[in-house]
């Protein structure tokens, strides 16, 4: 049987100017014509909506091997929602969607009920749902098999969550959750220490956010999560 892929998530968040976008694409290009990325990483770039078309267009040109993935999406479906992009509008375009990133709970005050509803329509375009808990008791909606543990205080800190404890939580997500769960971890996740969650059993994964930001910081990171 073939071994599931290990996933890395970039999260580029509230960055980049369009041409900025494009240079780090092209940037990527030149990195990986040096050193190939590995084929057994399954890497997913999340950037702003803005970017996605420029980000989808490189990734055809230099046959990029990337994913694309948004950092949150609307709970409704298309109709008069002035200012949201909705995941009919996104089909065919992303595979996946992070839901639930502290972040958005925080500034944008999302609840368990919106985020349920943007899951349920990420089910409906066939988008796949990367739903963030940022502690082990959260409930985990029942149509929902990919999860970020993202604990706050390891956002952006410098600070990761050890290895070993952000095991642990993937371990009593999936004994709890009592069906397949595809477990990452995001908090401070860098080139240099991508390889201690690569080895955890539980772990299938990982989203950094600051150390995607740079190209080269990125392909360092996926080739050092092999
Ligand atoms: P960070 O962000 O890697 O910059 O800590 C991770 C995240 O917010 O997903």
Known sequence: MKAAPFYVFGNWKANKTVQ???????????????????TNISTVLCPSFIHLTTVASFITLYRLP??????????????????HTTAPMLKGLVNFAIIGHSERRKYDAETEVALFDKI???REAGIEPV???????????????????E????????????????????KKIQ???????????GGS?????????TKMPHLRGVLPGGA???????????????
């Open 20 to 38: 900025e976008a494009a240079i780090w694409c092209q940037d990527l290009f030149i990195f990986t014509k040096k050193r190939p990325l590995p």
């Open 212 to 226: 995607s930001l740079k190209p080269d910081s990125f392909a360092q990171l996926i080739l050092n999560a092999r």
């Open 120 to 122: 349920a329509r990420c």
């Open 66 to 83: 990337l994913k694309l993935g948004v950092q949150d999406l609307s709970s409704f479906s298309n109709g008069a929602y002035t200012g």
């Open 189 to 197: 996740v860098t080139p240099e220490n991508v390889a201690s969650y």
């Open 151 to 170: 604990p706050v205080w390891a956002i952006g800190t410098g600070k990761a969550e050890t290895p070993e404890n952000a095991d642990a939580v993937a």
């Open 175 to 185: 004994e709890r959750a009592n069906r397949k769960i595809t477990v990452i971890y």
């Open 131 to 149: 739903y963030c808990i940022q502690d082990a008791d959260m409930e985990i909606p029942a149509n929902c098999d990919f999860v970020a543990y």
